[in-house]
C-alpha cells in the first residue's frame, strides 16, 4: 500500500485543482503552474497558492487515505453560491472495488503502472473539462463529499474522546467531508418548473491489481444561459 499512500494524495490533488481552475471555483490569477508535469502529463498542473486551501486539500487526503477501505465514493459538487442544493455538475471517483490493496507491493516497476494509469485518468479529466463552457465567475462553489460504506458517520460522540491534537483533527475531518448523501437527489435543486436532464460522462479511472477506482462526471442540461447542452 506504500506506493497508494505515496501517489493517490498527488493524484487527488492534482483531480481537485484542475476542476477548481477549468470551472472557475477561484480566480485564476490565484493558481499558478507546476514546474513538472504531474504523472508526465503534456501539460502542467494549475495549483492554488492560497495556504489554506492547500492545508484543506492536506487534510482531505489524509482523511481520505485513512478511510480508504471503507470510501465508496469521493464526490465534488458544483453548486450555486446562493443555493448549494442547486448543483449543476458532479465529479465522481468510484473507490468501490478497491478490496486489494495489498497485492502488488513487490512488482517490479510498480511506480510506472501507477504513471500510467493516473496520467491516462487525469488527462481524460482535463480533455473533458476544456471541452466545457465557461461558467459565470464568482457564481458557483463546490463541495465536496465523501461517501463510505459500512462505517458509522455523522453519529460519533466526543463526549469521551481522548482530546489530542490527533483525534479532535480526525473528528473535525469527518464534519467535514463524510456526509450521508441520497445520490439519487443530487440534481433536485431549483424550481419545479424547470425542466432538466442529467448527463453522465464517462472518463478513466484507474485499473491495477491493487488499487481500481472509476471516474464520470455529471451536468445538468437545462434551459440555462449558464450552462450548455452540449460540449461536442
Known sequence: MKF??????VYIKAWIQLIWYHRDIYPRETFQWTKYHAFNLPNHIPVNIHPDLQQYLDDLCDDLLDKIKQVHYLNLYICE?????????????????VNHLDKMEGVINQEDIVFDEFRSSLYSLLAYLEKLPL??????TFDIVIETVEMSLGHVSNENMNRTKESIAALERDWNWVKYRDSSKDFSGGTETQQQRVKMYSLNGCDLNSLVFHQFAERVIENNPDISASIE
Do not use: H, S
Not at 497508494?4 to 494524495?9: F, G, N, S
Not at 442544493?85 to 468501490?96: A, K, S
Not at 461558467?135 to 458557483?140: A, F, S
Open 81 to 97: 453560491c446562493d443555493d448549494e442544493t442547486n448543483i449543476i455538475e458532479r465529479y465522481c471517483l468510484d473507490f468501490g472495488d
Open 4 to 9: 497508494v499512500q505515496k501517489w493517490l494524495p
Open 135 to 140: 461558467l459565470r465567475p464568482g457564481k458557483y
